[in-house]
């Protein structure tokens, strides 16, 4: 397997709302990571973990935990969006619940 790489990365600088925002995602052998920032330092870390007990299988419910920071309603809404924007945008990253 030399050659190919075990880890894959992605960087992006964008404006959101008039505040430069950076962002990263790193795939692994069996999972993302995805870290955003608008203060150049992670803060809260959320795991988001498939759990498909709805009968529609091609949607997974995704189960979230706070594993480091603030945790609330929102921080789980916006783990969940994130992760689901990033599953359908990253073309060579592949779900990792596929």
Known sequence: MEGTPSVISKEKTAVVCGVPTQGACTAFSSH??????????????????????????????????VLLGKDGPLIHVFAKN?????????????????
């Open 32 to 65: 993302i990571l995805v870290v955003v920032t608008q203060l150049g330092k992670m803060g809260t870390l959320v795991s988001l973990e498939p759990s498909n007990v709805t009968s529609d299988i091609s949607k997974p419910v995704l189960t979230t935990k």
């Open 82 to 98: 994130l992760v689901a924007f990033v599953s359908q945008e990253a073309g060579e990253f592949s779900s990792p619940w596929t």
